[in-house]
């Protein structure tokens, strides 16, 4: 694989092609902000609060740094009044669904975001998929999976495996940012887990 | 719909996992709607995780995971039938149906859909029942067209 | 039909068809597009047959039903040839008249033809009607002549020359250059140069490489990709065959959404005779090409438009976006290069290789260069497809093809580009049209859906319309996006409420800022162009719902109410029986009032109430005027004898 220079913050980075920038910044101790993002599992790119502005060739963008591939001669900036701007306002809107969810505290004070800029929303999933993506790339269970679309789209347990499964592993609950997926876990295990036959027993005996 | 027809229709897309779509295309069309036993089915023979099919079926607007009614509803709320008044149209037939978009009545009779667009844009507002299409309704016309379905 | 093997037997094959074809034998051709279809061609075409039967006609006229040619409004539309004379709005009943009279006596039958309304003069050929006379119907012109679903009316019109050409005189380095020379950019949203895509695919080293077809139409207001599909399906498979050899692809895929039934009918069907004939399958008459298609229908999702989520879908995925930072021409579907061009594209491409790039180069402008077929609805006189050579003025186009404003209203603005465009209003309507022009002006050249607005048209309630399509229409994958187009919905929401307040307007444009930047595809990153437009121009609307709680163009219902006049009310009582919530008290000589606690501003008063007393009244942003006394109610009619 070959050798990458890129530059991040004005600093001078090593990296190897097929690295996003994201890693290229990790190796050298640079942080950049992330929520979706996990060591075991493919970059997601959903969260959108590693943005950073990208110029190569004399034009600016801003992309996502946990999927941006790094080239030769990249100038990367991991901050500026856009890029800030922009986490803030993606934290004051996440923080509209959760907003006292651990994960989201510190970054919304370096940022200033503000918990009540917007309404309280009824969900407190703020979709980074961990739960989702672990389950099918790590334990290979699929026990939960994303529903429907657009506004609407939230997580789901499958009632059948996750009865099966989900007791004995549960390794994907510390990964929730929120409290949502062990909400999620609790309504389903409450409302739709197949009766056991001990249970269906206890029926037929009335 | 029994396991035989619906392996009949995944052979026929060769059981290939990327026709996926097309086999619950299929299946929606002949039966009206996608019943658990039918996805849990496609999810054994095509391999692939139940929660994938669950996304899709709930993704995708063609598909329903609940019987539908004998009659299918569609209004188009497509740009050009909105800026001619295809809101009020819906308003209407919600009135008349009793139902809102998304929903079937409980005798299975009615079920209201709407579309972002059927294409036949000329002629907005569209009215769809039964696949077949009414151009050019007003509020006033809407109570003729669901009369004659029983 | 024994399988074609060179070229040279196709000329053959060409001429048998055109040696049995007279060119003066009466030809009754009638629409059968989604359009008229749903205005009851298929009704005028059976009764046709029948009477062509029933006369005893049948073997010196023909009839068939054909492609879309695109003038909806004024369906089902029949033309006779030779004499191309265009009969509109032609229902079974006129059947008959016009079999005796235009076939049989030659003679024209006058209420059926076109009537130019500001004129008043009647136009017998289609040639003559405005609506066609100022296009420049290169792709869509052949619709009317052919059946889509014979493959040999598509050869006896010169159908698949351009692929025996390309695939008998020329290499594939010569039809990229070919293709790169005309300039031809993408007809489905993006702009993007042809040529330089299917390069980049040519040159990206993979054995396996997909050519497809994107006719997942989603952009409300468009269909001209319907029409080409349905209409002239073999024109399709030609210019994919074309650029699967350009650029090295054995397999090539059309993504149809599943709410154009006929389209997939006729694609599939048109596959079928492509295989039969040999201008699919292997060894391509005789070339040594070998090339299959397969059609993949949509389900319901109008993100599925953009090229990473149609690719995704292919793969038998929900259609979720991926990002581009590696081109999908590069790295497509199931990660090897896929080149993706919309319906409109591919149709450019046999036209481009039969009449030269610098033929194609000669229509449009410096950087937008051919046609482009628009689709022009809404409040416009003459509804349908438009076909113009891109740098005509949008003045043009809605006034001397779409005949302007019906009902004497005020044109406001026209809406292009679909969700991801703006609306542009009276003061640019000079605006040559191209690509970068109206990209410039705020919105873009998107499918080419062109949504024609009036005075009575909120464009606050356009605003939040389209973000309403796209709640529900994005992935929701995003933050920006699912997030960010959910606050903006409810604050134009409110708006139309009046419930919008002081600094709505600077946080929905903060909102519109990290949509457009940070997002992680297209739909998102254009979510908010409706809204910058609308503000952009209309900011006077905002405004006014958000200071004075009144909509100007008297649309939003939480911000009208109806009223009846007292002086104009003549007490016909239509409106009191009409009236679904029985709002409206009165009687027979008593002038009606509406209750407005019961009124639903369901507007069915305002409708049928009789255009000569013009009594019920829109009013918005002032309190409603009481109802005069009752003992003035009552109407003292003048007796009829004086």
Redesign the interface.
Same mark, same amino acid.
């Given at each position: 694989m070959s050798e990458i220079l890129l530059q991040i913050d004005g600093r001078e980075v090593e990296a190897k092609e097929g690295m996003t920038i994201l890693e290229a910044a990790q190796n050298v101790g640079i942080v950049i902000p992330t929520l979706c993002h996990h060591e075991k599992l493919e970059p997601y *790119? $959903?969260? +959108?609060?590693c943005?950073v502005e990208a110029e190569i060739r004399g034009w600016t963008k801003? =992309? $996502?740094a946990c999927?941006?591939?790094v080239e030769q001669n990249l100038v990367v900036r991991t901050r500026s009044e856009?890029i800030d701007? !922009?986490r803030k306002?993606?934290l004051e809107?996440?923080l $509209?669904h959760a907003p006292d969810a651990w994960d989201l505290q510190d970054l919304a004070k370096e940022y200033g975001a503000d918990k009540d800029r917007?309404?309280k929303?009824a969900s407190f999933c703020?979709?980074c998929?961990l739960c =989702?993506r672990y389950c099918?790339e790590v334990k290979k269970k699929? $026990? =939960?999976?994303? =529903?429907?679309? *657009? !506004? +609407?789209?939230e997580i789901?347990f499958?009632p059948e495996?996750a009865s099966k499964e989900c007791w004995n592993c549960k390794e994907c609950f510390p990964l929730c940012p929120t409290s949502a997926l062990q909400a999620a876990y609790v309504l389903v295990e409450a409302l739709a887990f197949p009766k056991s036959s001990f249970e269906s027993e206890l029926d037929l005996k009335g | 719909m029994d396991n035989g027809r619906i392996d009949q229709i995944i052979d026929k897309h060769q059981g290939e996992a990327s026709s996926l779509i097309q086999v619950l295309l299929e299946i929606q069309s002949e039966n009206h709607w996608l019943p658990k036993e039918a996805l849990e089915r496609v999810s054994e023979k095509l391999q692939v995780p139940l929660t994938r099919i669950q996304h899709i079926a709930t993704f995708y607007k063609a598909f329903s995971l609940v019987p539908k009614g004998r009659h299918e509803i569609h209004i188009c709320m497509g740009t050009a039938c909105h800026v001619r008044g295809a809101p009020r149209v819906l308003d209407t037939v919600q009135d008349l149906t009793g139902l809102k978009p998304g929903e079937s009545d409980l005798d299975l009779k009615f079920s209201l859909q709407t579309v972002n667009c059927l294409g036949c844009c000329a002629l907005g507002p569209v009215l769809e029942v039964d696949g077949k299409t009414h151009g050019k309704m007003a509020p006033s016309k809407t109570a003729e067209v669901l009369k004659n379905c029983d | 039909m024994p399988r074609i093997n060179s070229t040279d037997e196709l000329e053959k094959v060409r001429q048998e068809i055109l040696s049995q074809r007279d060119p003066n034998k009466p030809c009754i051709s009638i629409c059968a597009g989604a359009g008229c279809l749903a205005s009851g061609a298929s009704e005028v075409i059976a009764a046709f047959k029948a009477e062509i039967e029933k006369q005893g006609l049948k073997t010196d006229v023909n009839t068939k039903g054909t492609g879309c040619p695109g003038f909806c409004e004024r369906g089902p539309v029949v033309v006779i040839y030779p004499e191309e004379i265009c009969y509109l709005q032609v229902k079974p009943e006129d059947v008959p008249e016009i079999v005796s009279q235009t076939i049989k006596e030659k003679k024209v039958v006058d209420r059926l033809l076109y009537l130019d309304p500001s004129t008043g003069e009647k136009a017998t050929h289609e040639s003559d009607i405005p609506f066609y006379k100022n296009q420049e119907r290169n792709i869509i012109g052949n619709n009317i002549k052919l059946d889509p679903k014979s493959v040999d009316d598509y050869l006896a019109l010169g159908g698949y020359s351009a692929l025996a050409k390309v695939l008998s005189r020329m290499t594939s380095e010569q039809v990229l250059e070919e293709v790169k020379k005309s300039n031809l950019r993408g007809r489905g949203g993006g702009g993007f140069p042809t040529g330089r895509k299917w390069e980049e695919s040519r040159n990206a080293p993979d054995e396996i490489k997909y050519v497809i077809v994107n006719a997942d139409e989603g952009d409300p207001g468009a269909f001209m990709d319907r029409a080409l599909l349905e209409g002239n399906p073999h024109s399709i498979l030609e210019g994919l065959t074309i650029g699967a050899y350009a650029i090295g692809s054995h397999e090539g895929y059309i993504y149809v959404r599943q709410e154009y039934p006929l389209a997939v009918e006729n694609v599939t069907i048109a596959i079928k005779q492509a295989e039969e004939y040999g201008f699919l399958g292997r060894n391509i008459l005789g070339s040594g090409f070998d090339f299959t298609i397969k059609v993949h229908q949509g389900a319901g999702a109008f993100v599925c438009g953009e090229s990473s989520a149609l690719m995704t879908a292919l793969e038998g995925r929900a259609g979720e976006p991926r990002p581009k930072y590696i081109h999908t021409a590069i790295k497509g579907v199931w990660d090897r290069p896929s080149v993706l061009n919309n319906v409109e594209t591919w149709a450019n491409v046999p036209l481009i290789i039969n009449k030269g790039a610098d033929w194609f180069a000669q229509f449009g402008t410096e950087r937008s260069k051919g046609t482009k077929i628009f689709s022009l609805v809404g409040k416009i006189t003459n509804t349908g497809l438009v076909e113009v050579p891109m740098g005509m003025t949008l003045r043009d186009i809605i006034y001397k093809i779409g005949g302007g404003i019906p009902g004497g209203k005020k044109f406001k603005a026209v809406q292009t580009g679909g969700p991801s465009g703006g609306c542009i209003p009276e003061e640019l309507l000079d605006l040559e049209v191209g690509f970068d022009e109206l990209t410039k002006a705020g919105s873009m050249m998107g499918s080419g859906g062109m949504i024609i607005m009036d005075e009575d048209t909120c464009m606050v309630d356009v605003a939040r319309y389209f973000l309403d399509f796209l709640t529900d229409e994005s992935c929701g994958k995003c933050v920006p996006c699912r997030e960010g187009i959910r606050q903006m919905l409810k604050i134009l929401t409110h708006f139309t409420k009046g419930k919008g307040k002081e600094g709505d307007i600077e946080l929905l444009e903060e909102l519109a800022e990290v949509a457009s930047d940070a997002s992680l595809c297209a739909l998102g990153r254009s979510a908010p162009n409706p809204v910058l437009s609308t503000l952009r121009y209309f900011r006077d609307e905002y405004e006014a719902h958000i200071k004075e709680k009144r909509c100007p163009a008297l649309s939003c219902k939480e911000l009208i109410s109806y009223h009846i006049d007292p002086d104009k009310c003549q007490a016909c009582m239509i409106c009191l029986r009409k009236c679904p919530s029985e709002a409206i008290g009165g009687g027979k000589n008593q002038i009606h009032v509406i209750e407005q606690e019961k009124c639903t501003k369901c507007g069915t008063c305002f409708e049928v109430c009789p255009p000569r007393f013009g009594a019920v009244k829109k009013i918005s942003g002032e309190p409603v005027p009481s109802p005069i006394p009752e003992e003035a109610r009552i109407i003292v009619r003048e007796s009829k004898q004086k």
């Open positions: *790119g $959903a969260c +959108r609060i943005t801003l =992309v $996502a999927l941006y591939p856009k701007k !922009t306002m993606i809107l996440l $509209a917007f309404e929303e703020i979709h998929g =989702v099918a699929n $026990a =939960v999976g994303f =529903v429907d679309r *657009g !506004t +609407r789209r789901s499958i495996i | - | -």
